[in-house]
Nanobody, 119 residues
Framework: VHLVESGGGTVQPGGSLRLSCAAS????????MSWVRRPPGKGLEAIAH????????QYADSVKGRFTISIDNAKNTVDLQMSSLKPDDTAIYYC?????????????WGQGTQVTVSS
């Protein structure tokens, strides 16, 4: 199983970045995909979720209206478009896949990509 994030970097406040997560090795279409971040010195924060069909999305209040999650089941990718970035968005961003199946919980994590918002 592989979840590989890309697209992180350093951007000025107000700028934009697009993160991408490429998935392989599992039944991508059966999983809910999420982006989770860990700001420096803080705990994990789930910021965006999308169901496997792409019809349903959820966002944390901290990113609502600024970030957009999207999924491409043909390419097994999930993207996070981030706009109006703030210094508080500085974090390691992780791609996460999970599902409940027959009473068991399955989840996978990517290695993370650093996003730094600084002037």
């Amino acid at each position: 199983v592989h979840l590989v994030e890309s697209g992180g970097g350093t951007v000025q406040p107000g700028g934009s970045l697009r993160l991408s997560c490429a998935a392989s090795g599992f039944n991508f279409g059966a999983y809910t995909m999420s982006w989770v971040r860990r700001p420096p010195g803080k705990g994990l924060e789930a910021i965006a979720h999308i169901n496997n069909g792409g019809e349903s999305t959820q966002y944390a209040d901290s990113v609502k209206g600024r970030f957009t999650i999207s999924i491409d089941n043909a390419k097994n990718t999930v993207d996070l478009q981030m706009s109006s970035l703030k210094p508080d968005d500085t974090a390691i961003y992780y791609c996460h896949a999970d599902q409940y199946y027959s009473g068991d919980y399955y989840d996978y994590w990517g290695q993370g990509t650093q996003v730094t918002v600084s002037s």
